[in-house]
């Protein structure tokens, strides 16, 4: 099969878990020598991947799709001016500037997304669809990164005649964070338009629960894939580190509840057997999130504790692999329920255990792996609470983390996910050119 796949992208400058899933995903895909087109959108993709099967320009470059959305002439400039707006140096200090426009601005951009041949940003889907559309493109699949794209399907039904699909992640957190009215336009603007989507896949059985009701999907328009991670690179060891070491790898925001496990680093440096226990941040941030690791800094300078405390900038490949391996426990305390948790399945490929909120897909894939313990009260001091026999039993941990990595290896990775999305893309492929 010739597989087109697009992808926004998070221009490299902080952990993105879309991203990652769909670069691990094409790769596997290619392996099994299906042709892929993967088609960034908005920033350039990972530069850490020297293989990546990119055949496309970028599409939706940030820096044309924001011109366009404020100012009416960019809707009308010849190509070569815009493509000088998508030189990759241009997208990627844009990429470091995301998060920087107004609340308002973003709301009304992802509309206009929404509403495709109706939204200011016409010219850019023309020009996707019109290199879709040459024969040398043209794929027998198309395959959506998430859901805030669902304003490209009817364009390329109509000109290309091919099934579209649509995967599922943690899409709802972002429309509802637009805000009134802006995320009630979203929404029922993808509810009308979901309806042109061939097939939805969730990473999970919870997020397919979740967006079944919110979608108002027929249960067989969705079935669920649990995405899993290349286990290339990811180190197995004998034991855990000597110094009890908490580990962080996410976007440095209160969302994701970082302020939370610094806190709980407080408490848990309050226990005189944890005196030497360290933390470590890594995962990057955006332009935004500054003001907030300051206040974090601060609140640890108080404590006494800063030096206890590493902010990680670099989190590449081997940079990433080498921070694993230094962690005790790993933690997340997401605020919100999540609908995948890639840094989980990073951390047991490493066999270092996770300790996480009941929430989202914790619950799944905790029951599913074994390879960590949940905490119910989604507080600092429940959190502190849960970590503290980890780190105070390197054995318990260790097993944990064991367990965790066989599960990993086992069934959550990148081959399996991929053998069974091909299953899935070959059934609608063939539904598609038989009736």
């Known amino acids: 099969m010739k597989i087109a796949h697009l992808t926004p992208s998070s221009g490299d400058t902080f952990y993105c878990e879309n991203c990652q899933r769909d670069i691990a995903l094409v790769n596997a895909m290619q392996k099994m020598e299906h042709e892929i087109l993967l088609m960034p959108m908005y920033l350039p993709v990972n530069a850490d991947e020297k293989d990546l099967p990119t055949s496309s320009p970028i599409f939706f470059g940030g820096v ?3 011109l366009q959305q404020k100012l009416s002439i960019f809707r009308k400039t010849p190509r070569w001016l815009d493509k000088l707006f998508d030189n990759p140096k241009l997208l990627q200090w844009a990429g470091r500037k995301a998060g920087m426009t107004s609340a308002k601005d973003l709301a009304e951009t992802t509309i206009s997304m929404l509403n495709g041949n109706h939204g200011k940003q016409v010219k850019e889907l023309n020009r996707l669809v019109d290199w ?7 794929p027998d699949i198309v395959t959506l990164s998430n859901v805030l794209l669902v304003g ?5 039904k ?12 943690d899409e709802d957190g972002f429309i509802d964070g637009l805000g009134a009215p802006y995320a009630k336009q979203s929404w029922d603007i993808v509810t009308e ?16 629960d979740v967006m079944q009701e919110r979608l108002s999907l027929e249960p067989e328009l969705l079935e669920v894939v649990r995405m899993g991670i290349s286990l290339d690179g990811y180190l197995h060891r004998d034991k855990l580190p000597e110094v009890p070491t908490i580990g962080y790898l996410s976007r440095s925001c209160s969302e994701r509840g970082l302020d939370k496990l610094v806190d709980a680093f407080i408490i ?4 005189d057997k944890l005196k030497n226990a360290r933390l470590r941040i890594s995962g990057g941030a955006r332009g935004d999130d500054a003001p907030f690791i300051d206040s974090l800094k601060k609140r640890l300078s108080n404590a006494g504790i800063i030096d206890d ?14 921070f694993l391996n230094s962690l005790s426990v790993m933690c997340v305390p997401e605020k919100q329920p999540v609908a995948y948790g890639l840094y989980v399945l990073e951390a047991l490929a490493s066999g270092v255990p996770v300790v996480e909120p009941a929430i989202g897909v914790f619950p799944e894939l905790i029951e599913l792996t074994g390879g960590g313990v949940l905490y119910n009260e989604n507080n600092a001091q429940s959190l502190a609470k849960a970590m503290e026999p980890l780190l105070l039993d390197p054995d318990y941990a260790h097993k944990l983390g064991q367990k965790g990595r066989d599960a990993v290896t086992e069934t959550l990775n990148v081959e399996n996910n991929a053998r069974e999305l091909i299953t899935i893309y070959e059934r609608i492929v063939q539904k598609k050119q038989g009736g």
């Open 158 to 169: 109509e000109r290309l005649g091919v099934p579209v699909l649509c995967l599922l992640q």
């Open 152 to 156: 490209l399907v009817k364009p390329i």
């Open 193 to 208: 338009l979901a309806k042109d989507i061939d097939l939805f896949i969730s990473v999970s059985k919870y997020y397919s």
């Open 132 to 138: 879709l559309a040459l024969e040398e493109n043209k």
């Open 64 to 66: 044309n799709v924001y």
């Open 309 to 322: 405390v590493e902010f990680l900038p670099d989190f590449s490949k081997e940079a990433k692999y080498k």
């Open 268 to 271: 848990l440096k309050k226990n």
